[in-house]
């Protein structure tokens, strides 16, 4: 009988946390999208899915094109690789804009023209910072300037256009290109085809997952969901078992009986978490977090793909801490498990890593 620790478990695997892969670029080919609004966090979610981490690899895929960081689902920041960006917008703009759009609708007919500012600049002067460009509006309009969270609605309207998208980093730092200058020549799909690749590895990047899990991933309907998924099945692609009165879908493998390294010291935006919503708690057979009520809300320790503790993370400049809240009393095997996953950051980022352990 398998049970959620064992899907937890399998999931390891699935998303290359237990079966890292060479380099950035083919973690966000194979999990298609990994959530990255927050640049620093989710630059670790990539980098500790690769057998070697380090801190120029996702910065160089991104420098040269190969993947991109732009608003695809949710609506939210993803990396995404290149050769997928447009076919996935094309098939999530319907229903991630009119997110972003209700919201920018103050702009009212200042809209169009500062989009012809905006894509004038960067035609003229790709890898402008938010900054910058915040800069250009305001030396237009006279005094009557964006606030920032409009100027970042502005841009996630035309990055869900494919009409911008992630420029060169400059010192670190996000800017902004023409999504023609960055993908010249985007890869298309019709709309079945679309549906069926996005199902086929969401659930061979994800699985075992349901189909509410994917159509809360891709911003999809329900129906949707399932027409990818049937339309992936039909190719024999994908297997799938009955747990806890859900149907679950996944590559054909059998069930991992281990996960190595077992610790893993991970953000909430995590795609271990944020990568589902109907099945997202497997994650605590124990019922320790209590279905989301004491849901971290910074980071987690996971061990074995379980979520035994709250985690924060502190930088200085010669050290990184890991504050770790347990949710109930850690086996030795566990800490040391959760001190293995320290070093492995610690050593990303050329910090001393550091373990507190709160009691009680």
Request: hydrophobic share 40%.
């Amino acid at each position: 009988m398998t049970t959620d620790r064992d899907l937890a478990r399998w999931r390891l695997h699935s998303q290359l946390l237990a079966a890292p892969v060479a380099d950035a670029e083919q973690v966000v080919r194979t999990l298609l999208g990994v959530q990255a609004e927050n640049p620093s966090q989710s630059a670790w979610a990539v980098a500790t899915r690769t057998a070697a981490s380090d801190q120029d690899d996702l910065g160089g895929a991104i420098a040269s094109g190969r993947v991109l960081r732009t608003h695809v689902l949710r609506p939210t920041w993803h990396y995404v690789h290149a050769d997928d960006a447009k076919w996935l917008l094309d098939l999530t703009a319907p229903r991630v804009l009119p997110v972003i759009d209700q919201q920018v609708q103050g702009l009212g007919e200042r809209m169009s023209p500062l989009i012809d500012l905006l894509t004038t600049t960067l035609a003229e002067h790709p890898g402008r910072t938010r900054s910058d460009l915040a800069d250009i509006v305001a030396e237009r309009e006279r005094g009557t300037a964006l606030t920032g969270f409009q100027l970042m609605l502005l841009m996630a309207h035309l990055e869900m256009h494919a009409i911008v998208c992630s420029g060169v980093p400059r010192d670190g730092e996000h800017t902004y290109a023409l999504f023609a200058d960055r993908v010249p020549d985007p890869r298309r799909l019709d709309r079945d085809e679309a549906l069926a690749e996005l199902a086929l590895r969401y659930f061979t990047s994800h699985g075992p997952a349901t189909d509410r899990d994917l159509a809360y991933w891709a911003t999809l309907t329900l129906t949707d969901a399932r027409r990818g998924r049937e339309l992936a099945a039909a190719g024999d692609h994908l297997d799938s078992f009955e747990h806890d009165g859900r149907t679950f879908w996944h590559a054909p493998r059998d069930i991992p009986s281990s996960a190595e390294p077992a610790g893993h010291l991970l953000q909430m935006l995590d795609e271990m978490y944020r990568g589902y919503q109907d099945s997202r708690w497997v994650l605590d057979a124990d019922g320790l977090v209590g279905r989301g009520a004491r849901a971290p809300a910074i980071g987690m320790a996971l061990v074995e793909g379980q979520l035994v503790a709250g985690m924060k993370r502190t930088l200085s400049a010669k050290a990184v801490t890991f504050e770790i809240r347990p949710y109930r009393a850690l086996r030795k095997p566990e800490l040391g498990a959760i001190r293995d996953a320290a070093d492995r950051y610690g050593d990303y980022l050329d910090l001393e890593p550091r373990v507190k352990v709160a009691e009680g």
